[in-house]
């Protein structure tokens, strides 16, 4: 029966951007696993019904982003079997789309530094929602007004960090004219407890008076500097040791020309 059967442990959510990912063990053996999701207003959905993996996909039913949910992870029989039992089944922590999904990388679309102004334009992750016209909501279609994104930025090769905050989607900030600046963009929501912060965007830099130090650093000077330091010594090097076997041939010939002499 049913009672023989292992139920599931670490069960965990893992969700990004609204995509929501249900993980656990152990790889079954003989049974099938059966996901049900319970909402707090909402009807039980089923979800993965009789797989042999250990994770699914239960985005589609987490629609209710402010709604908390379980899982109840079923240990099931295969269907051929009597299943006329109720099969034991563990159970979820709690998890609530909108306080607890990870808010994922902004895209930098844009980015320049003119003068003492630096410019960065950048777009919102998608979610796997979509509008009835079949486009997809960005997390700030989701999140409106609790959403907000913070701009890091810093002088090329130092360790100085500044930030803005804004809830639009791009930024203009004052710097030093001249000098490269580099910087990131991570969205936050403020209100929340945890997960407040989420992904950092790629680091991109600008290239505002960049030398070729700035741009590789010392280790390529140290590198031009052997290699000249190499070279120098092979232009005294080579015609000094030219020069000395251009003259041991000679005393060489001069030697053979005797012995032959004397014979």
Known sequence: GYKDLPTAVNITWSSINFKTILQWQPKPSGYFYTVEIHGQTSDVKRKCILTSETECDVTDVLRNVKETYTAHILSVKPAEMDNF???LYA?????????QT???????KDYSQRGSKLNVVFKDPLTPYMFPNGSFLS???IFQHD???KLYYWKDQSSGKKDVT???HNFEVSVDSGKSYCFYVQGIIPSRRENRNGQESLVLCTSVGRNILDEYGTEVFIILAVIAVAVI?????LPVVLCKRKKAKKARAVRE????NGV
């Open 85 to 87: 039992e109720e099969p």
């Open 91 to 99: 159970v979820s922590e709690k998890f609530t789309p909108y306080s």
């Open 102 to 108: 990870v808010i994922g990388k902004p895209e930098i």
């Open 139 to 141: 997390v700030q279609d």
């Open 147 to 149: 959403l907000e994104y």
């Open 166 to 168: 804004t809830k639009s």
């Open 233 to 237: 010594t092979l232009a005294i090097v």
């Open 257 to 260: 020309k005797e012995l032959l």
